[in-house]
T-cell receptor, first 111, second 113 residues
Framework: EDQVTQSPEALRLQEGESSSLNCSYT??????LFWYRQDPGKGPEFLFT???AGEEKEKERLKATLTKKESFLHITAPKPEDSATYLC????????????FGAGTQVVVTP | EAGVAQSPRYKIIEKRQSVAFWCNPI?????LYWYQQILGQGPKLLIQ????????DSQLPKDRFSAERLKGVDSTLKIQPAKLEDSAVYLC???????????FGQGTRLTVV
């Protein structure tokens, strides 16, 4: 069964304390790995798409990397405004772009 | 560019009642998705339209849920009759192409009591 698993479930960081979120996937064919940010009461907001192992993408304090079995979202020197739930999702090859989401990692950054 | 519009934002109904949600995707986006997000979980795809045709409804509880996309633009999702376990946020998303970046609306929070 295709599955996307995120860890940890929750992460509490001090401002400036860098950390990484993990997204592991067991899918028969991965067309792309997506990272989204979700704030309370809002829909997910697109961050990155990664297509092949070894690929990296950066946006401000966030950097996403992809291996053959997992992806990492690195948060460097986070600020309180980085507090959100971060969702990863796999797009399966044998689908019409259907996204299989993980449960998310809730990140809280305190001043 | 206007985003994905959804209404209503909140809805409270009693079990066995019916409810409908509306979605207006970003102009020109051929792909439209409805996702269900239960508290503490990631979104789960209910149905996907390509233009006005259904390409994936494998996880849609068809005995109570239905959806349509009119003229390949707006879409409605209906639940009839609702159950307690349908309490969730219903998210609409659209994409300019299959496997492209999906843009999400703010969602409709449904509470079934």
């Amino acid at each position: 069964e295709d599955q996307v698993t995120q860890s940890p479930e929750a992460l509490r960081l001090q401002e400036g304390e860098s950390s990484s979120l993990n997204c592991s996937y067991t899918v028969s064919g991965l067309r792309g790995l997506f990272w989204y940010r979700q704030d309370p009461g809002k829909g997910p907001e697109f961050l990155f798409t990664l297509y092949s192992a070894g690929e990296e993408k950066e946006k401000e304090r966030l950097k996403a990397t992809l291996t053959k079995k997992e992806s990492f979202l690195h948060i460097t020197a986070p600020k309180p405004e980085d507090s959100a739930t971060y969702l990863c999702a796999g797009a399966l090859t044998d689908s019409w772009g259907k996204l299989q989401f993980g449960a998310g990692t809730q990140v809280v950054v305190t001043p | 560019e206007a985003g994905v519009a959804q209404s209503p934002r909140y809805k409270i109904i009693e079990k066995r009642q019916s409810v409908a949600f509306w979605c207006n995707p970003i102009s020109g986006h051929a792909t439209l998705y409805w996702y269900q997000q239960i508290l503490g979980q990631g979104p789960k795809l209910l149905i996907q339209f390509q233009n006005n045709g259904v390409v994936d409804d494998s996880q849609l509880p068809k005995d109570r849920f239905s959806a349509e996309r009119l003229k390949g633009v707006d879409s409605t999702l209906k639940i009839q009759p609702a159950k307690l376990e349908d309490s969730a946020v219903y998210l609409c998303a659209s994409s300019p192409q299959v496997f492209g970046q999906a843009f999400f609306g703010q969602g409709t929070r449904l509470t079934v009591v």
